[in-house]
């Protein structure tokens, strides 16, 4: 069974750094976009960022932009780096994989467990 596994969550202070990492179990994802999805207490699961299969492409949430670079290690493994961090960066974040959108409303095929990422103001 194809899994993401993710790992780097925790406590920071506003202003610190955080990097996630997510390993994918398979390399049928390695032909995949990845990216990651978070979602705060009380609100709807909202994209974040996603990399293309080949690592060249990338695609950043606006309010994200500047403060956080997703990169992929290797073609089953992708990180995302979040630096500048808020306290409304709060949230469960997920790995995804088989990204996809229409307009605004974005999905995946494929999810993680979801790490806890929390920011003291």
């Known amino acids: 069974q194809a899994q993401l596994l993710e790992s780097g969550g925790g406590l920071v202070q506003a202003g610190g750094s955080l990097r996630l990492s997510c390993a994918a179990s398979s390399r049928t994802f390695s032909v995949l976009d990845m990216g990651w999805f978070r979602q705060a207490p009380g609100k709807e699961r909202e994209f974040v960022a996603k990399i293309s299969w080949d690592g060249d492409t990338t695609f950043y949430v606006d309010s994200v932009k500047g403060r956080f670079t997703i990169s992929r290690d290797t073609r089953t493994t992708v990180a995302l780096q979040m630096n500048s961090l808020k306290p409304e960066d709060t949230a469960v974040y997920y790995c995804?994989?088989?990204?996809?959108?229409?307009?605004?409303?974005?999905?995946?095929?494929?999810w993680g467990q979801g790490t806890q990422v929390i920011v003291s103001s």
């Open positions: 995804a994989a088989r990204i996809s959108n229409s307009g605004s409303s974005w999905s995946a095929s494929y």
